[in-house]
């Protein structure tokens, strides 16, 4: 199946979804795919990341990993028994040992359990894939195997079998209930795999302790026997694996996300995929005699299977590199020629630059995807303090701050050029989801209380340390100012009053005070990708300009403080429409922060601007 998704990744996927898949691919092939994907979860810049071919395989490279652990956890607990009993024949011994392994099982379920309980709280999606916060269900199933071992009796009259049969048959049913009610009860905000991970797993143990005690004329065990269950049954690992791989390229491969009939089409293409695959390769590897007799043949096997797939995926990751690399120098060299036509250039208003919105061949998705500093200087969550230093930083004359979040952190290579000249020095106070205007706790809707917490500290200790420098004499804030409108129940709501009493403090202070406009807003999706998918420099990878620019708190503020507001509108859109693409360069690296190429050759018109604003033209 993997070798099968490697070739189906070079031949449908674009260059911006291909090297992510071809490396998690390879994960998978090593079955470490689960710790790739939660690298990409908690890195801000990895987490919006493609979805992969191959990202349900995160649950079989856990269960490998457990795998490999789970017979160390064996030996162990029997070396302990064996120091405790020396001399005790086996069956002497035997309880002994499911004793202590019982005791070393349900250690690992409360540890893993609580561990999982507190990531979720604090790193959802890292949570989410880590080995350690799934052990518990494996350790969960264990414990049913040696409890069943307990309370099983050869001996049963006719009531105890009876009702051991009633009791299975309302637990099976249980079991199901619970996993329907997980099914459709829980969502992308639930805390999940935390305590609310109990009732599926549940589910599944009662389901599993419960089955096997019903009668065999019960509805249960009548349902379980029917033959096209039993079938899919005996081929849903098969079908598990070819089911993801199939939702994800449908859209690439027909243009459109899919339907009620493509739905339709990928579950019967899915369920004879894994009949042929169970039938044709997984039944003759497992029961063929010869691989029964030889078995270092079959291990041979997978293992140069595991090294083909990850020999491909790494030749093409070097591929796509070469081409991101040769895109990176020609743009190095339209950005040290000052190109006239290049960027923001082109919508200057001197330029004569014929259709500044073209997608031409020059245009290259990947490197878009890559054009942010990945060792930019922002504060991540849990991270107490970060601030840096650009622009002249030795014999300057004069010192601005520039404070914000992300979307501030993205103009840092407009700001570090333009001012450089200028003879300034730039000093960034930055911090992911928190724009830094106010001591209240508060952060972007629907974060953690922590987050909140952490906001308000750093906010706090950044205004006072502006207020305090002497040196400072302009303070720019920027902002992904739309992501703060709409605080959901029970959270503080960021309101122009709370913006504009920070910012007439630091007036008081002595500051020049600015606000930068935000960026036009995007539809949301990650823009390198859509313009791979759709080629399309407006919809649906952007808006038009009265959707796309609009009024936020910030402008409010802005208007009620008087404060001069730097508006870089015109240099993302015309009268009606904003634009992806604006002089061969991708206007957004992701689906919101403007790419390190656009805000470079942003720089001098930015920087004019400001200072202007600020009386120093």
Known sequence: MLFVCVVAAFVWLPDTFLRSNLQQIAASALYVVNWALAIDSVDYLGADSPTSLVQHYWSLSVEEQFYLIWPL???????????????????????????????????VFLGSLAYSIYLTGYAKPLAYFSTFTRAWEFAAGALLAILSLHISSPRRDANSTARRALFGEVAAWAGVALIAWSAISFSDASPFPGAIALLPVAGALLIIGGAGSVSTRSFTRKIYSVGPVQRIGDWSYAIYLWHWPLIVLYPFV????????????????????????????????RTARWWAVRRWPSYLLALIGAIVV???????????????????????????????????????????CGDPFAVTDRINTRFAATDLDPNWCVAEPGEEW??????????FDQTIALVGDSHAAALVPAFDSYFAERGWRVVTYLRVGCPGVTDVPFAVPGREEWKREECATWSKRVLDEIESREDIGVVAFSSFSSSYDHAVTGEVSLSAAMISETWERLRASDKEVLFIRDVPSTSQVNIPRCLDMTHDVK???????????????????????????????????????????????????????????????????????????IGEE
Not at 89 to 102: D, G, K, L, N
Not at 279 to 284: A, Q, R
Not at 322 to 328: I, L, V
Not at 386 to 395: K, M, N, P, V, W
Request: some cysteine; glycine content about 6%.
């Open 254 to 285: 027909f243009g459109e996300a899919f339907g009620l009939l493509g739905a339709l089409a990928i579950g019967l293409i899915s369920v004879a995929l894994g009949c042929v695959t169970k039938v044709l390769v997984e039944d003759p590897v």
């Open 73 to 107: 956890l064996l030996v162990a607990a029997i070396a302990i028994v064996r120091l405790r009993v020396r001399r005790s024949t086996p069956p002497t011994a035997w309880p002994q040992v499911r004793t202590t392994v019982s005791i070393v099982l349900l250690a």
């Open 310 to 352: 990850v020999a491909i995926a790494f030749a093409g990751t070097r591929m796509i590199d070469a081409r991101t690399f040769d895109a990176r120098q020609w743009v190095q060299t339209q950005l040290a020629d000052e190109s006239p036509c290049f960027g923001a250039s082109a919508l200057a208003p001197q330029a004569q």
């Open 539 to 613: 919809a649906p990878c952007a808006l038009d300009r009265s959707t796309a620019v609009s009024s936020d708190e910030f402008t409010a503020a802005t208007a009620a403080s008087n404060l001069p507001l730097v508006d870089m509108t015109d240099f993302f859109c015309d009268s009606t429409d904003c634009f992806a693409v604006i002089g061969d360069v991708i206007v957004y690296a992701d689906s919101n922060h403007v790419s390190g190429t656009y805000a470079r050759t942003l720089a001098s018109f930015l920087g004019d601007r400001i200072m202007t604003n």
């Open 386 to 395: 970060r601030s840096c230093e650009y622009g002249a930083t030795s014999g």
